[in-house]
């Protein structure tokens, strides 16, 4: 009955390999996010997706690719993994754009990857 | 300048103990404001929201200060299980919502 959950858990790969994390909620929001936490704690949005329109952080590399086949399904591909890529990925969903009237985020555990 | 800051701590204080943490932002418009709580290797959960005239949830209490543009968040009586990071968050509008860096709670026996 999880709200937000996202595969795998844990991820160890290579550089320069390409992996896909995936992340579905049934909670029926409208918005789906990811977030990546850095070792330094630092929780930055890395792309939000509603109603079909993608935003996108200006910052995040374009070996990230979001792909939401449907509302409840909002999956992260990385293409030429790299070391800096290390870190804890957090898929989120809220029932509105998160800040417009204050709709709050949900969750999934993180999925930790680690290049090496 | 970063969006939210917040003192990084740790905080260790004892059990029974009364803690607060501030939390400062930018942006005068900012909009909504809210503590979540993270238990360590753990995704981040929505502790409480905050609200214009602060408001309290059992040994929780927040507060927003837009003149000097902070949140408050203070717990009473504190429990271990309170150990965590608490991360403000503040919302400038639809889908820019800003994380700090959190401030991590030890609560020792």
């Known amino acids: 009955d999880t709200a937000v959950s996202q595969t795998p858990k844990y991820l160890v790969t290579q550089m320069g390999n390409d992996k896909s994390i995936k992340c579905e909620q049934n909670l029926g929001h409208d918005t789906m996010y990811w977030y990546k936490q850095d070792s330094k704690k630092f929780l930055k949005i890395m792309f939000s997706?509603?109603?079909?329109?993608?935003?996108i952080n200006e910052t995040v590399p374009n070996r990230f690719s979001p792909k939401s086949p449907d509302k409840a399904h909002l999956n992260l591909h990385i293409n030429s993994l790299e070391l800096g890529d290390s870190a804890v990925y957090f898929c989120a969903s809220s029932q509105e754009l998160s800040g417009h009237r204050g709709s709050p985020l949900h969750f999934g555990n993180g999925t930790r990857l680690t290049v090496t | 300048r970063k969006e939210v800051e917040q003192d990084p701590g740790p905080f260790n204080v004892p059990e029974g103990a009364t803690v607060a943490f501030n939390c400062t932002y930018s942006?005068?418009?900012?909009?909504?404001f809210f503590w979540y709580r993270q238990d360590c290797r753990k995704e981040p959960k929505l502790l409480m929201s905050v609200y214009s005239s602060g408001n309290e949830d059992g040994r929780f209490t927040a507060q927003l200060n837009r003149a000097s543009q902070y949140i408050s968040l203070l717990i009473r009586d504190s429990k271990l299980s309170d150990s965590a990071t608490y991360l403000c968050?503040?919302?400038?509008?639809?889908?820019?919502?800003?994380f700090g860096t959190g401030t991590r709670l030890t609560v020792i026996p």
């Open positions: 942006n005068s418009a900012s909009q909504s």
């Open positions: 968050v503040v919302t400038t509008g639809a889908n820019n919502l800003f």
């Open positions: 997706y509603n109603n079909k329109e993608l935003i």
